[in-house]
Structure formats: structure tokens, C-alpha cells
């Protein structure tokens, strides 16, 4: 080698130097280290393979000398077997006459260049290989010679520094991005009350950085998820899309309440394909929704964009951190709901009281004194004519009477407040019997302390309510109801044999079903429907004490 040329060589290697520690992106440093790599050794091609976090195959592979069109005709970068493989597997430079003779070859793809002469070289830091260089075609047809191998082995340590801090300048930016998106969730939820708004918001900043395709928060609804928020593509199509929990990889994320990442989900047996395909899904990102040790929703991503759509460790933790933050805003949207229905039912009940003591007090003490009064005219008329007038008046003002009093019980059982709930479940069924001939079989196993007041209302109304829809809809000739207490909770089951029908035909704005799993709510009770046609329905109720 000339000394012109050996100190030109040198002077290449010192601005690269210079030029790669300057630059703060990675793929621009990945380019630069490429492209000084084939001028320093006069190679025709040359390319940077980084090793992937397993340590076994190539995660991104940057190339120098192939046209756009040669790129697209070869298709997919290679994944690190054959000689690439061997230079991942052992850290040393190798330095072959023909590439293509070598036994641990395995060929090149179609449309691919020859190839003949080769040098690889690690990129090591501290003893550790994260990346290769690999030069081929020498100019002139010469073999890579051992002065190729130093300077590419100098530029690969200078590399090596380059790499890590360009590495660090963009998990630093990283880290500024997701406290920025971090903290414009942290204010939204203190001052917006609107879920759908505040999951939107969570979507769509972990989306950006994730750098994912498309990003989901799904609900329980039931048995089943419901996707109340979607970022990127095809959010629109994706909102309130139902799909199971009991056969969808989100539900049982959910279920084990632990996350999980899926390099293919074509191969992952818990995956619905049916919902995968309607996603366009092809790897993903499952992350539950927990509060206070309670799985309450899942964050669901998609397809990373870029040369590798699978999802690493880091995108886990980003995501994870993003669904403690819409946990809180499910828990908090949710138990403001929840206060002000129970400020809206405890008003009712309040009004409901009032009324009932209104009609009974007054209203019947009205209606009782006209027929006294009545009594006395009817005695002192003596034409025949006006007897009858008064008989029949006085009987319209009983059953005015009658129904004032059943108003008023239906308003708020009297013996509810005095009684307790036994009391007055007794007296609703011996009523409901003999205003509809349908035999009801009231069994209570409630010991001899009275649940608490809000429980015994909850409990009453939706008796109340399971015999209204009895009859409107169930044609059935005879109801039983069951309550047992437990050690903390008390069980209502109410069953009837009319005609039935499908759970899942049940229209979602059914009334007295969203009623009663509205009131339930309130003390984080449940309610199991279970009915088929012409076998009739089952109601089973668990209330927490």
C-alpha cells in the first residue's frame, strides 16, 4: 500500500470517526458506518446487520451499493444463517476468497447479486457483539486483505461507541416522549369525566409510541369485550366491536391479568382468527387494565410498523404504564357513575317514601272520611233512588280507596321499613297471587339479623321488578323465590316456568334487566340470566355484605 493512499485511508477513517460520534440517529449512524466501511476497503457492496435481543438472528440490516429495484426483487433482508450466522454465533473477523464455495454457505436468494470475496467483522463494546460488518467484491477482483480487516476493525470499535450513543440519545427522547404523553394523560384525568374521551387519549398516544399500527382498549361487557377506544388503522371500524372473552387471547390476558407478547399470531392457539383477521393483526400486544389487583379492561396492539412487526420488552413496559393510567380512569369514571346513580336511586327511594306516607296519611284519611260521611247521607235519604246512587258511589270511593293503598305499598312497603325485607317480600307475593292466579313460593333463609337497609331495598326492587316482567312476558303459572344468606353475602335466585326465551336475543336497552344490574352495581352484586325457550327463566342474584 502507497503511503498516499494509506494516509487517504486514514484520513477516511478519522472524519468517519468524527462524523458517526456527531450523528444522534441511529439509522443515520447504522448509514454512515456502512458507507465508510466500503470506501475504506474499495468493497462494491457492504452492509450492517444488528443483532436482535436473542442473540440469533439479525433485527435490522442496513446495505450500501444495491439500487432500490435490486432491493426489491431480492425481498427480505437476510435473518442471519449461513455465513452471517456464523460471524453472530463466533466474534471474530473472517476473510473469505469465494463466499459462495464456502461449506457453510447457504446460497443467495433469487435476483441476488454475485458475490465472491468477503470480510466480516464485529462490532463489539466491552467484549459484547450487538452488530457485523460484511464487505464484498473487492474492487479489482482482489481478496480482502489483512490491512482491510484492520481499518474495518477500527472503524467498527469507533462504530461500536457511535452506536451506543446514538442508542442512548433516542431512549433519552424516548423516555421525554412518554412522560410528555404520560403527563397530558395525568391532566386529563383530573379534569375530564368523560371515558370515552380519556381511553381515546391513551389509545392514541401509545400508538405513537409504540410506533404500532393499530391500538385498542377493550371492556368487559358481560361475558364478553367490548372495544370502547382505537387509534390508528381501522380505529373507526374497530369501535364498539363485541367479541368473546372466553375464546379471545384478550380475555384470557385479562383473566390472568398478566401480559403478553405474540410474534405471530397465526400461531398462538388462544388467538380468535376470526378478530385477528378482521384486525389485519399479524403479531400483538396484550396488556391488562389493573386496579387495586383487579383486571378491569385490556390494551390490545397490533403490527409494529417498520422491517419487524413483532413488539419487545421495552413496548410491554411503555404499554404497561400506559394502562395503570386508563385503569384509573375506568375505576374513576366508573365510581363517579356509580355515586351519582346511588345518589339518583336514594332520592327515589327518599320521594317514593314520601308519597307512599302522603297517599296513606292523607289521601286515604281524605277518602275514608268522605265515606263516613257518605254513610250518614245514605242513612238520613230515604228515597229509594238516591240510596242506590249513594250505594254505588260508595263503592267507586272503597276501590279508590283500595287502590290508593296498593299504590301506596308498591311506592314503598310500610313494612319494608318496619319489618324488614322478609315482611315485606311476604306481603308482595300474597298481593301479586291474587291480583294474577299466579302461585308464588317465597323461601327465605335469612337468620334472625336484618340485612342492611340498602341491601333490603336493592333486594326488594328487583323481586318487585322479576314479577312485573313475569307477567308481561312469561306466561308462567307458578314463581319461586329463594334467598340464603352467606358468611359476607347474600343470594336471591327467582325461577319461573313460562314459556322462556334466548339470553342472547335479549335487546341491550331492555329495561328492567338494565335496572336491576344497574342497582346491583351500586353494591358490586351480580346477575346470572338463564332461560331457553318453553323451559322458563332463572334469575340468580349475589350481593357482597
Do not use: C
Not at 177 to 197: C, M, P, W
Not at 246 to 269: F, H
Not at 478 to 505: C, H, M, N, Q, Y
Amino acid at each position: 500500500m502507497t503511503e498516499t493512499k494509506a494516509s487517504a485511508r486514514l484520513r477516511t477513517l478519522v472524519e468517519t470517526g468524527v462524523a458517526i460520534s456527531s450523528e444522534l440517529s441511529l439509522d443515520g449512524v447504522l448509514e454512515r458506518i456502512v458507507e465508510a466501511a466500503a470506501e475504506l476497503t474499495g468493497a462494491r457492496y457492504a452492509a450492517l446487520g444488528v443483532i436482535d435481543a436473542a442473540g440469533t438472528g439479525l433485527e435490522r440490516f442496513v446495505t450500501t451499493g444495491l439500487d432500490e429495484q435490486t432491493r426489491k426483487q431480492i425481498g427480505d433482508p437476510p435473518h442471519g444463517r449461513g455465513i452471517l450466522g456464523v460471524l453472530i454465533r463466533d466474534a471474530r473477523p473472517l476473510r473469505l476468497h469465494d463466499l459462495a464455495q464456502d461449506p457453510r454457505s447457504v446460497g443467495f436468494p433469487p435476483n441476488h447479486p454475485p458475490m465472491s470475496t468477503f470480510l466480516g467483522v464485529p462490532i463489539l463494546l466491552r467484549g459484547v457483539a450487538f452488530g457485523n460488518l460484511y464487505l464484498t467484491e473487492k474492487e479489482g477482483g482482489e481478496d480482502f486483505a489483512a490491512e482491510d480487516e484492520e481499518l474495518v476493525t477500527l472503524l467498527a470499535s469507533q462504530a461500536a461507541v457511535a452506536v451506543e450513543n446514538a442508542r442512548l440519545y433516542e431512549s433519552a427522547t424516548a423516555w421525554s416522549r412518554q412522560l410528555e404523553s404520560l403527563n397530558e394523560i395525568g391532566n386529563a384525568l383530573v379534569g375530564e369525566l368523560d371515558l370515552a374521551r380519556v381511553l381515546e387519549l391513551v389509545a392514541s398516544r401509545l400508538r405513537e409510541l409504540l410506533n404500532a399500527r393499530v391500538v385498542a382498549i377493550a371492556l368487559p361487557v358481560g361475558g364478553d369485550l367490548r372495544i370502547e377506544a382505537a387509534a390508528g388503522e381501522p380505529a373507526n371500524e374497530l369501535l364498539g366491536v363485541t367479541f368473546s372473552g372466553a375464546e379471545s387471547k384478550a380475555g384470557r390476558v385479562l383473566e390472568r391479568a398478566a401480559s403478553e407478547r405474540v410474534d405471530s399470531v397465526l400461531e398462538d392457539p388462544e388467538v380468535d382468527q376470526g378478530t385477528a383477521r378482521r384486525l389485519g393483526a399479524r403479531t400483538g400486544l396484550f396488556v391488562p387494565l389493573v386496579f387495586r389487583g383487579s383486571a378491569i379492561g385490556v390494551v390490545l396492539a397490533h403490527d409494529k410498523l417498520g422491517a419487524d412487526a413483532r413488539f419487545d420488552s421495552n413496548d410491554q413496559r411503555v404499554a404497561e404504564q400506559f394502562a395503570a393510567r386508563a385503569s384509573v380512569a375506568v375505576d374513576l369514571t366508573r365510581r363517579v357513575a356509580r355515586d351519582s346513580l346511588r345518589r339518583v336511586v336514594a332520592g327515589q327511594e327518599i320521594e317514593r317514601r314520601r308519597l307512599a306516607r302522603e297517599l296513606h296519611d292523607e289521601t286515604g284519611q281524605a277518602l275514608t272520611s268522605i265515606l263516613l260521611g257518605l254513610r250518614a247521607v245514605e242513612e238520613a235519604e230515604s228515597a229509594e233512588q238516591g240510596r242506590a246512587a249513594g250505594a254505588q258511589l260508595r263503592e267507586l270511593i272503597v276501590e279508590t280507596l283500595q287502590d290508593v293503598r296498593r299504590l301506596a305499598v308498591q311506592l314503598r312497603p310500610k313494612a319494608l321499613d318496619d319489618f324488614g325485607l322478609v315482611a315485606a317480600l311476604e306481603a308482595l307475593v300474597e298481593t301479586f297471587s291474587e291480583a294474577t292466579g299466579i302461585g308464588v313460593d317465597l323461601e327465605a333463609q335469612l337468620g334472625d339479623e336484618r340485612l342492611p337497609t340498602e341491601v333490603e331495598t336493592t333486594l326488594y326492587r328487583i323481586v318487585q321488578e322479576a314479577l312485573t316482567n313475569i307477567v308481561k312476558h312469561a306466561q308462567a303459572s307458578k314463581v319461586s323465590v329463594l334467598l340464603v344468606r352467606r358468611p359476607g353475602s347474600v343470594t336471591a335466585v327467582i325461577e319461573d316456568d313460562g314459556d322462556g326465551f334466548r339470553v342472547d336475543d335479549v335487546r341491550d336497552d331492555a329495561a328492567g334487566l338494565i335496572g336491576m344490574r344497574e342497582r346491583l352495581a351500586l353494591h358490586d352484586g351480580r346477575l346470572t340470566v338463564e332461560s331457553s325457550p318453553e323451559s322458563g327463566t332463572t334469575l340468580a342474584i349475589e350481593m357482597p355484605l
